[in-house]
């Protein structure tokens, strides 16, 4: 073949991906598929929830936010770095809220769970306080809770999970519990998906049906996803690269970027 011939002769044609078939009722790719698990229909709460979604972790595919809100009716996504005025038109209303974060040094204490009845938040049962969770990694949920602080100090209260949490202590990871998806980043983190269902059951009238819903599809989502959890070994020359850290941090950071292959 001349030189001419291999110039104007067509390019092969690179091959395209191959693309999951996703279920069209859960979103969610079909061997991972969580119909038989989720509600028949959206559970109905008093309670109004609003989870602030960071714009990267909504691109997340073990996010549990979508799972999430496909369970709760009353629920609202916000996708954004911070709350303000005139981006959620229930918080607008200034309705008591609560907020879940973790007490910090910068600012200030936290009401663990465990006390709101007594702290006379929950006084109206039939009309509980807005549940604010926020849905970031926890140093993008760290910056949120700071960025929003100025406005949700108007209505809302800074309430704690009553898990002892520790930034000095690794957290769990699908290894250690089923309700894991990916490895917590200190001892104490639960999903957020988690954290809303053990709020729930405190603060709305059938709290504890709700709860018993919601960690069930939970459960059931991180035991399939596990299936297809392929651990990846560390390398040497990563090891090399962390310079100071031991080479037991670079594992637990490489176990938070397990392959996930059905996703």
């Known amino acids: 073949m001349d030189s001419e011939a291999i110039a104007t002769a067509p390019a092969a044609a690179s091959p395209q991906p191959v693309q999951r078939r996703g279920c069209s009722a859960c979103d969610r790719p079909l061997p991972v598929c969580l119909c038989h698990v989720l509600p028949a229909r959206p559970i109905r709460t008093a309670t109004q929830v609003v989870i602030l979604h960071h714009p990267h972790e909504s691109r997340h595919k073990l996010s549990t936010v979508p799972v999430l809100s496909k369970c709760l009716l009353n629920s609202t996504v916000v996708v954004n770095r911070r709350l303000r005025p005139g981006l959620c038109p229930l918080l607008d209303q200034s309705r008591p809220a609560i907020y879940l974060f973790p007490p910090s040094s910068s600012s200030g204490p936290s009401t663990p769970l465990s006390q709101l009845r007594s702290s006379g938040l929950l006084e109206d049962a039939a009309n509980p306080p807005v549940l604010i969770a926020i849905d970031a990694t926890w140093k993008h949920a760290k910056e949120m809770v700071a ?117």
């Open 147 to 263: 960025a929003s602080e100025e406005f949700l100090s108007k209505f809302a209260v800074r309430v704690c999970m009553d898990f002892d949490y520790d930034e000095k202590v690794s957290g769990g990871s699908i290894y250690d519990s089923e309700l894991v998806l990916r490895k917590e980043p200190y001892g104490g983190c639960v999903s957020t998906m988690e954290a809303v269902a053990r709020a729930l059951r405190v603060i709305d009238p059938n709290g504890v049906d709700i709860e018993r819903e919601l960690i069930k599809v939970l459960r059931e989502m991180v035991r399939l996803q596990a299936q297809f959890l392929k651990p990846m070994k560390p390398r040497p020359k990563l090891l090399k690269q962390k310079g100071k850290r031991t080479a037991e941090e670079v594992v637990d950071e490489q176990e938070t970027q397990l392959e996930v292959l059905p996703l």
